[in-house]
């Protein structure tokens, strides 16, 4: 089994920024092998991606992120603290949901919300105007 617990989450005037983590665990999970992905859910609203970062493997993990947040937002990962990291920079209220992390049983990160094995519980993120 996997557990995800994200943190980093809170208030933020707009155009200012955070750093959400999301730390892994499991008796037998070896995090480096799998892809994982932030997502975001606003209230009546459906849960969408925002990031995702392939397995370490290859020279460099692969990243990906929704058109909304590309060039705003990163992901990265340390494998050693079986953590990954979402920064977010230039916050605007539609960034305003809860945040989670996802791992995926598989190298190969997709956008998918049914894709992903593993969720954490979330973390509040709220950006005034």
């Known amino acids: 089994q996997v557990q995800l617990e994200e943190s980093g989450g809170g208030l933020v005037q707009a155009g200012g920024s955070l750093r959400l983590s999301c730390a892994a665990s499991?008796?037998?999970?070896?995090?480096?092998?799998?892809?994982m992905g932030w997502f975001r859910q606003a209230p009546g609203k459906e849960r969408e991606s925002v990031a995702t970062?392939?397995?370490?493997?290859?020279?460099?993990?692969?990243?990906g992120y929704a058109d909304s947040v590309k060039g705003r937002f990163t992901t990265s990962r340390d494998n050693a603290k079986n953590t990954v990291y979402l920064k977010m920079n230039s916050l605007k209220p539609e960034d305003t949901a809860v945040y989670y992390c996802?791992?995926?049983?598989?190298?190969?990160?997709?956008?998918?919300?049914?894709?992903?094995?593993?969720w954490g519980q979330g973390t509040q993120v709220t950006v005034s105007s």
């Open positions: 970062i392939s397995w370490s493997g290859w020279s460099g993990e692969i990243t």
């Open positions: 996802a791992a995926k049983d598989s190298r190969i990160p997709t956008m998918g919300v049914n894709d992903y094995d593993y």
């Open positions: 499991g008796r037998t999970f070896r995090f480096r092998d799998y892809a």
